[in-house]
Nanobody, 116 residues
């Protein structure tokens, strides 16, 4: 089984920055995709950014040029650096891990609130 632990959420003012981290452990195949999703109240969970073990990256259009995703394959960690934060970025952010031939795994989620 796979376990994901997130950290780094909190309250930040518009225009500010926040860094989220996720550590994965368990039966992890090295050819995997790790990423961040978010879900606001009444909204569908959506992809924010993801990165493959080969370091191929995909961003949502709404965060492109503001957020940066990175990973350490040796440590099985993935980070999300969030800059120029907007109130509409407010959501619960979830770490995600996808392995071949398995269902995706999810962290517990961490709250990000962007407000004055």
């Amino acid at each position: 089984q796979v376990q994901l632990v997130e950290s780094g959420g909190g309250l930040v003012q518009p225009g500010g920055s926040l860094r989220l981290s996720c550590a994965a452990s368990g039966n992890i195949f090295r050819l995997n995709t790790m990423g961040w999703y978010r879900q606001a109240p009444g909204k569908q969970r959506e992809l924010v950014a993801e990165v493959t073990s080969g370091l191929r990256i995909n961003y949502a259009d709404s965060v492109k040029d503001r957020f940066t995703i990175s990973r350490d394959n040796a440590k099985n960690t993935v980070d999300l650096q969030m800059n120029s934060l907007k109130p509409e970025d407010t959501a619960v952010y979830y770490c995600n891990l996808r392995l071949p031939d398995t269902v995706p795994y999810w962290g517990q989620g961490t709250q990000v609130t962007v407000s004055s």
